[in-house]
């Protein structure tokens, strides 16, 4: 692969992920707050890169990501069970 291919693979999941999480409807802010920390971290880790420090960056990048996804997950499912609750209300 690449190295523009590889670093094309490394934004896909983020900007999917940032797609999903922004057509939810708002669940809690706390759960918000996670995703939003998460992000900051991969886009502190690009800033690394883009100022050369190419290993940390890509270390806080990965980190991030492994955060955005995990942080997501969660704020999608509170998301799905809350909009159940209110169209089944149990």
Do not use: H
């Amino acid at each position: 692969m690449t190295r523009t291919r590889q670093m094309r693979a490394l934004w896909i999941a983020p900007a999917f992920l940032a797609v999903v999480v922004l057509g939810c409807g708002a669940a809690g802010a706390a759960d918000k707050t996670k995703v939003d920390q998460a992000t900051k971290q991969v886009e502190q880790g690009a800033r690394q890169i883009g100022d050369g420090s190419i290993g940390p960056g890509v270390k806080q990048t990965a980190k991030g990501i492994g955060n955005t996804v995990v942080e997501g997950a969660k704020y999608s499912g509170e998301n799905i069970k809350e909009f159940f609750k209110k169209a089944f209300g149990s």
